[in-house]
């Protein structure tokens, strides 16, 4: 009922940048959280940065200064600039929303994941 398609990873050198997106379509009434997480070969995913409904934010302290997490509301999608990328970044970003859909049931939903590269 929720499709979240993401898109914008790649493989990039080290110290460049790539911006991915995440659009969120469906039976929604409306997006609380908006997210992005990663996940490394052989890591647990993580929690990259997230934005709830009032544009507040939370990084985790290994992208702090580095990556922007932002939405638009109007088209139901987040961003994460990505700058300053190392290798130690090369994982699959996957992103998260929260909501609820027309008839008022809550929903979390995950993308299927854009995979980013970081190597010379």
């Known amino acids: 009922q929720v499709q979240l398609v993401e898109s914008g990873g790649g493989l990039v050198q080290p110290g460049g940048s790539l911006r991915l997106s995440c659009a969120a379509s469906?039976?929604?009434?409306?997006?609380?959280?908006m997210g992005w997480y990663r996940q490394a070969p052989g890591k647990q995913r993580e929690l990259v940065a997230v934005?709830?409904?009032?544009?507040?934010?939370n990084y985790a302290d290994f992208v702090k200064g580095r990556f922007t997490i932002s939405r638009d509301n109007a088209k139901n999608t987040v961003y994460l600039q990505m700058n300053s990328l190392a290798p130690e970044d090369t994982a699959v970003y996957y992103c998260r929303v929260t909501g609820a859909l027309g008839y008022g049931r809550r929903f979390t939903s995950w993308g299927q994941g854009t995979q980013v590269a970081v190597s010379s």
């Open positions: 469906g039976s929604i009434s409306s997006i609380y959280s």
């Open positions: 934005i709830n409904s009032c544009g507040n934010t």
